[in-house]
């Protein structure tokens, strides 16, 4: 069965390869299937003098240009890594005809992949995307020495008009959160902007077109000062209304958001698109009951994560057991392996080891441990601005049922009376319109929002804040 080793296993990075009775060099395209989602791919190979180069594109994911390693040919087989830290695919296949079908494995979990010589041929964009009713500005702000690069939309319009700023969610996320090839902030931006509001995204650290200290290496805390920063840069702008700059944040964005705003008092309004409302280690906990429980796993399988969860807490809380705890994740993974020969139960053996160390790297990481011991409650409370928050009715990863009445608890001792909750029907985590709103529909779900989850956004924004006209 699948499992979600303490959701550091999210694929949101991956692999492939490529094909030719003789050769391999050469332009490749095809598909990685796991967890139920399919991810489109583009290879493209190198025979040099003594080694073969590959690159690889996802675009879905909106990665270009990935370096593989470690690529190895010798007909029919092929062979080959894409190093990603915690979340290093590899990719084992045979030609079959004009087609390479094998297997790829990264973080306990496996899948399958096949490719085919050509080039991919990639979906039209949104058309409006080349014919755009506003400006369209790329832009640099800085903080520290992080300098993060952007998009800023404004309305045609000349004059000081009100501005959103967009907080992706958790992971490296580009200016568009674009997530399985829907690009979230792209469609939320063009919304608000159509409207009269201009939208400053940004790439994350680290992401894209901004420098700095990688993600993982940083905290949500400092997040949120890169936010302020932001807020900072659009009031040195002539085109923004430096008293109607507001906060949009989505997921981690939906915590980042309101810490921003004890930090800095010139923030005039907030959206929270499924924000937390209590501690990461609680939000963690439940998202993987409810999401393994939607994959059919049994209660033997979620109580075996779940001891793994108590124990890392623990681990996180007062620094030691941590050996004990990659033990036990190195057995649960290997356990999920399969392998019948002795030289695959020795793979598998040493793949697991590898695993189980990337994911005690990862959960040692500034980022997870600050996540998981956060509480955003204490911050809801010293908001000052007006806030909207919007859950998901089926969102498995921030469950209204948690989340939502501690997040009105919360702003009822706030600063501010002017606030509203509301719980989008059918709506997942990315707010599409959801059968289970299990992570498996992402990428199989139309790249659309759920109807009125654009305009409940964009009439409580215009209801405060005066558009030019």
């Given at each position: 069965m ?20 003789q ?5 490749w ?13 583009a290879?493209?190979f ?12 996802i675009p879905m ?8 390693s ?8 092929l062979h ?8 290093t695919a590899?990719?084992d ?8 079908k ?7 979990m496996e ?8 080039e991919?041929?990639s979906?039209n964009?949104n058309p409006h ?20 690069a952007g ?23 580009n200016?568009?959160?674009e997530?399985f090839?829907?690009?979230i902030f792209?469609?939320i931006?063009d919304n608000?902007?159509?409207n009269?509001?201009a939208?400053?995204?940004?790439d994350?650290?680290?992401?894209g ?21 932001a ?6 702008r002539?085109?923004?209304n430096?008293d ?8 981690e ?9 004890t ?9 929270l698109i ?5 501690k990461?280690?609680d939000?963690i ?10 994959n059919?796993?049994?209660?033997e ?15 996180i809380?007062?620094d ?10 190195r057995?649960?993974i290997?356990?999920d392996?399969k392998g019948e020969?002795d030289?695959a ?7 697991s ?16 441990k600050?996540f998981a ?9 010293k ?10 009715e ?18 009822g001792?706030?600063g501010?009376?002017?606030y ?6 059918t ?7 959801a059968?289970?709103?299990?992570p ?6 139309p790249?659309?929002?759920v ?10 924004i ?8």
């Amino acid at each position: 069965m699948k499992k979600l080793f303490l959701l550091l296993l999210i694929i949101f990075s991956i692999s492939n390869f490529s094909y030719s009775q003789q050769q391999i060099d050469g332009s490749w395209a095809g598909k990685i299937e796991i967890m139920g989602m399919s991810l489109e791919v583009a290879v493209r190979f190198t025979t040099g003098t003594d080694s073969i180069s590959g690159i690889m594109d996802i675009p879905m994911q909106g990665a270009k240009d990935i370096t593989l390693s470690n690529v190895s040919y010798n007909h029919p087989n092929l062979h080959f890594e894409m190093p990603g830290g915690l979340r290093t695919a590899v990719f084992d296949g045979n030609f079959a005809g004009d087609t390479v079908k094998g297997t790829m494995k990264q973080s306990g979990m496996e899948g399958t992949f096949f490719l085919s010589r050509g080039e991919l041929k990639s979906e039209n964009e949104n058309p409006h995307v080349e014919l755009l009713p506003y400006n369209q500005e790329e832009v640099t702000f800085t903080n520290g020495e992080n300098t993060f690069a952007g998009t800023l939309t404004t309305p045609l319009i000349k004059g000081k008009h009100p501005a959103v700023i967009m907080i992706t969610g958790s992971g490296a996320q580009n200016r568009d959160e674009e997530i399985f090839g829907f690009k979230i902030f792209r469609l939320i931006a063009d919304n608000f902007t159509r409207n009269g509001i201009a939208v400053l995204r940004y790439d994350d650290r680290g992401i894209g077109g901004s420098k700095g200290k990688s993600v993982n290496e940083s905290t949500t805390q400092e997040f949120a000062e890169d936010v302020v920063q932001a807020v900072k840069y659009l009031q040195t702008r002539e085109d923004i209304n430096s008293d109607q700059i507001g906060l949009c944040g989505h997921s981690e964005g939906g915590i980042i958001a309101p810490l921003a705003a004890t930090m800095n008092n010139d923030i005039a309004f907030i959206v929270l698109i499924a924000g937390t409302s209590v501690k990461g280690m609680d939000i963690i906990r439940e998202q993987t009951i409810m999401i393994m429980k939607a994959n059919n796993a049994s209660q033997e399988d979620i109580d075996m994560q779940l001891n793994l969860y108590d124990k890392l807490y623990n681990a996180i809380k007062t620094d030691t057991g941590w050996d004990e705890l990659k033990e036990e994740i190195r057995k649960a993974i290997l356990k999920d392996m399969k392998g019948e020969t002795d030289s695959a139960k020795a793979k598998n053996e040493e793949m697991s080891a590898q695993i189980a160390e990337m994911q005690i790297q990862g959960m040692r990481a500034p980022w997870f441990k600050f996540f998981a011991d956060y509480d955003p409650y204490p911050a809801l409370t010293k908001v000052k601005c007006p806030v909207l928050a919007l859950f998901g009715e089926f969102d498995l990863q921030v469950l209204p049922a948690q989340n939502k009445e501690p997040m009105e608890e919360a702003l009822g001792k706030s600063g501010t009376k002017d606030y509203k909750i509301i719980v989008i029907p059918t709506a997942n985590h990315l707010f599409q319109s959801a059968t289970t709103g299990s992570p498996e529909e992402y990428g199989s779900l139309p790249k659309e929002f759920v109807p009125g989850f654009l305009d409940s956004m964009t009439g409580w924004i215009l209801e405060r804040v005066t558009i030019v006209k």
